[in-house]
């Protein structure tokens, strides 16, 4: 069967979640799911940026993959409904404790935090902090959502480590690429 990209359908201010609900597209679940979308494609992007001919950002492109593969699921657990959640395949603890294997490796590389960072420096150690900052805006509207609808445990908790990860891969970026890692002086 080929999809059609056009129904027109949501001409109206609609739309369907899995399980066939039609909601209108500023409902909670819909915010949130879009705004895991738009996470996805903003770390699509910075892996399209990594330097192509230097092996050492091979393992970020592997994570960033695994990590869109995990956003999928994610979008697809916002987007359902009711008794729909559970035929889900969901975000399970093993893949929030490799996000936190994976923080902990990048982190045991870098010199000890003692400030917070100011994000910059280079165009992709600021890109992976749009990152991060559009993973805690997808995180708090995952929370809105869970005051209404189901929303798993695991799937707050993986975008709540997800923003962690993207924090010391930017740190890590500026080190890599040999970026000035400025510091907040309050």
Known sequence: MVMKIYTKCGDKGRTSLIGGERVYKDDSRVEAYGTVDELSAALAYLCDCLPQDNQ??????????????????????LCACGKT????????????EWLEC???????????????????GHRLVSWAHVCRTICRRAE?????????YEVPENAIKYLNRLSDY????????????????SYWEP
């Open 102 to 120: 994976r923080i902990d490796e990048i982190d045991r590389t870098l010199k000890p935090l003692e400030r917070f960072t100011i994000p910059g």
């Open 166 to 181: 993207l924090y010391v891969l930017g740190r890590k970026l500026s080190e890599e690429l040999g970026a000035k890692e």
């Open 85 to 96: 959640v559970k035929k889900i395949p969901g975000l399970t603890d093993s893949d929030l």
């Open 140 to 148: 708090r509207t995952a929370v809105k959502a869970s005051h209404e």
């Open 56 to 77: 050492r950002f091979e393992i970020f492109r592997s994570d960033m993959l695994r990590i869109q593969e995990k956003l999928m699921s994610e979008e697809a657990l």
